[in-house]
C-alpha cells in the first residue's frame, strides 16, 4: 500500500509557465487537502476538497486551482508560476473533514523552483 | 485569523526529557493535533488531543488545556532519531487544520 504519492518531487519552473503537481491516493480517503511549507511560515492551506466533485479554498488559494474527479486523484495546478510560489507541496488526505480523531495522511511532498 | 505560537529551536541531550509548548487563538476549537517532520520529509501523526488533559504513548505524551489555548508535547528518553521539528495544529470550527510555525529540536550526545 503506498498511502499517497505525488508526482514530481522536485521541478524548477520558468515564471509564466503552467504546471500541474500531481496527487493519488489509495486509502479510499473522501477529504484531501494542498498545503504549501514555507521556511518560518509552517503549513498553509491551498485548497481542499471534502468528498469527489467539491473543491473549497483555503487560507492561500490565489494562483492555484485543482480539481476532484474521482476520489483517488486531486492534481493542484499554477496557471502562470511566479518566483513566490516557490515552495515545498505537500498533499494530504483523511478518511473526511469532520471531527474525531480523523488525523491528516501526508504525502512526501514536492520541491517547486520558480525562476 | 488563526495565531499558533511555538518556540523555533530546542535543544537537549539524549535520554533527557523536552517538552514543547504550544499556545493558540483560533476561530473555534475542534482538536489539537502534534505532527514530527524529519528533514526533507512529510509530516507523521503523533498524537491527538480534544479533551483537557494528558495524552500518553509511549516515550511521546501531549497535554491540552482549553480554557488557556494551551498544549505541550513531552517527549521523553530522547533518542537521536527524534531529531526532528514539531509542529502543533489546530483544527478550527470548519475542522480545518491551521499549523504552527513548528519547533526544531536537536538532540545532542
Known amino acids: 500500500i503506498a498511502g499517497i504519492t505525488q508526482a514530481p518531487t522536485s521541478q524548477i519552473l520558468a515564471a509564466g509557465r503552467r504546471m500541474t503537481l500531481r496527487c493519488t491516493q489509495d486509502?479510499?480517503?473522501?477529504?484531501m487537502y494542498w498545503y504549501r511549507q514555507d521556511l518560518g511560515l509552517g503549513l498553509r492551506l491551498i485548497h481542499y476538497?471534502?468528498?469527489?466533485?467539491?473543491?473549497g479554498k483555503g487560507e492561500v488559494p490565489d494562483g492555484y486551482s485543482v480539481s476532484r474527479a474521482n476520489t483517488d486523484d486531486f492534481p493542484l495546478t499554477l496557471a502562470s508560476a511566479v518566483p513566490s510560489q516557490t515552495s515545498v507541496y505537500f498533499c494530504?488526505?483523511?478518511?473526511?473533514?469532520?471531527?474525531?480523531?480523523?488525523?491528516?495522511?501526508f504525502g512526501p511532498g514536492t520541491r517547486l523552483t520558480v525562476l | 485569523g488563526q495565531n499558533i505560537d511555538q518556540p523555533t529551536e530546542m535543544t537537549a541531550t539524549e535520554g533527557a526529557i523536552v517538552q514543547i509548548n504550544c499556545t493558540y487563538q483560533?476561530?473555534?476549537?475542534?482538536?489539537l493535533f502534534w505532527y514530527q517532520q524529519h528533514a526533507g520529509e512529510a509530516p507523521t501523526f503523533l498524537s491527538y488531543n480534544v479533551l483537557d488533559g494528558l495524552e500518553e504513548k509511549g516515550r511521546f505524551s501531549s497535554f491540552l488545556s482549553r480554557s488557556k489555548g494551551y498544549s505541550y508535547l513531552l517527549l521523553k528518553e530522547l533518542q537521536m532519531k527524534d531529531s526532528a521539528s514539531y509542529l502543533c495544529?489546530?483544527?478550527?470550527?470548519?475542522?480545518?487544520?491551521?499549523f504552527g510555525a513548528g519547533t526544531t529540536v536537536t538532540v545532542r550526545a
Open positions: 494530504a488526505s483523511s478518511e473526511s473533514i469532520g471531527g474525531g480523531h480523523n488525523e491528516q495522511f
Open positions: 483560533t476561530s473555534g476549537f475542534n482538536g
Open positions: 486509502m479510499r480517503h473522501n477529504a
Open positions: 495544529a489546530v483544527r478550527d470550527s470548519d475542522y480545518k487544520l491551521s
Open positions: 476538497s471534502n468528498t469527489a466533485g467539491t473543491t
